[in-house]
Structures are given as structure tokens and as C-alpha cells.
């Protein structure tokens, strides 16, 4: 065999090793990735103690404090096994500003797309689960980018630390609406139907 075609040969053989490699790794990332729901949620106290949609939470921002934003919600992405930001996500709600008592503006928001999805674990038995056949309750936190009906933009960040949960997780949300940074998510209390969300991993 002459060099130039031993040449031609081993470049070939070069860049067809080299696709299937790629599409390996394709395969794989396809095959890890998480598709989840997520629920800012009603919690009823019981017994039994059971969560539904439809709840609502506050978080807070600095400078002053009085400035706060509640939320409802829910909706679904698909967070790719690279750990990097999807556009596969879809949802929204409604949110609401206040300045202490006073509600400063109102409307609905939707999901754009994903930024990050921290799967910690799922959650332990105790309690009831009446969201639906949406999969495996689980513990996390995600960020979202959000669109507001006002025009403004703005990031919707998820935790949910449910039974069994690793210490470190806030449960509630934090939110961003243009400049506003409501970073202090307002934690649930005993008793309280605030504040409260969960993850199902559908797959």
C-alpha cells in the first residue's frame, strides 16, 4: 500500500473512531438525563399529612426588606446529564410585588428555560402525595429563567427539602425581577400553607 492511501485509510479510521465517540457520549448523556416536574405546593396537616398543587410562596429582598414577591407555579424541563442549562422547559404561574403590606404590581410569568437541576435524592415515605401518577417525589434545587407578563426578566430558583433530605437545602423559592434580587426565601412554618414545594423525576 503506498503512504498517501495508508494516509487516507488512517485518517478515516481516525474520524470514524472519533463519531462514534461522540455519539457514544451522546447516548449516554440521552440516557442520563432527568426529566422533572416541579410544584410550588399546598401542604394539609392531617393526619395524614398530604401535598397538593396549587400552593403559593413568598421570598425577600434587601435594601429595604420590605420589598417581597410571592409566587405560584409548576411546570417541567429536561436537565441534560452534562449538568449545563436546557431549553426544554416549560410552565409558569403568577407573581405578585408588595412593598410592605402595599401589593406593588401583579401578573403571570413562564418558564424560558433551565439553568441548573441539583438532584440531592427521593424523598423518604410519610407523606401523601396527591399531585398525581407524575413520578418519584425527590429533593433538590433547580434555577429557572422566568419571563414576566410586565415585560421584565428575571431567574426563579426551587428548593425542596422534603422527607429525607440532605442538610443544606432552603425549602421555598427566590426570585429575580429585573433588578430586585428577593434572595431570602421565606422558610415554611409549622401549621403554615406557605413555602413548600417538590421535584418528581418522571423518568
Known amino acids: ?19 462514534a465517540l461522540w455519539l457514544g457520549t451522546a447516548g449516554v448523556q440521552a440516557a442520563g438525563s432527568d426529566h422533572v416536574s416541579w410544584d410550588i405546593i399546598n401542604l394539609s396537616f392531617g393526619p395524614p ?54 401589593s406593588t404590581g401583579s401578573g403571570s ?7 441548573t437541576w441539583q438532584f440531592a435524592n427521593f424523598q423518604a415515605a410519610g407523606i401523601i402525595d ?38 443544606g437545602i432552603v425549602e421555598g423559592v427566590i426570585a429575580t425581577k429585573d433588578v430586585v434580587t428577593y434572595w431570602n426565601a421565606n422558610p415554611p412554618l409549622p401549621g403554615v400553607n406557605l413555602n413548600r414545594t417538590v421535584f418528581h423525576i418522571l423518568k
Open 1 to 19: 500500500m503506498s503512504t498517501s492511501r495508508l494516509k487516507l485509510v488512517l485518517v478515516i479510521a481516525v474520524a470514524a473512531m472519533g463519531a
Open 49 to 102: 399529612v398530604v401535598f397538593s398543587a396549587g400552593g403559593s410562596a413568598f421570598a425577600t429582598a434587601a435594601n429595604p426588606n420590605t420589598l417581597r414577591i410571592k409566587l405560584t407555579g409548576a411546570g417541567t424541563f429536561v436537565a441534560p446529564a452534562s449538568g449545563g442549562h436546557s431549553n426544554a422547559a416549560t410552565g409558569g404561574g403568577t407573581w405578585e410585588t408588595f412593598n410592605g403590606a402595599i
Open 109 to 115: 410569568y413562564w418558564v424560558t428555560g433551565l439553568t
Open 130 to 167: 396527591s399531585i398525581g401518577p407524575v413520578g418519584t417525589a425527590a429533593n433538590g434545587s433547580a434555577i429557572l429563567r422566568i419571563h414576566y407578563s410586565d415585560g421584565s426578566e428575571g431567574v426563579l430558583g426551587i428548593g425542596c427539602h422534603g422527607p429525607g433530605a440532605p442538610a
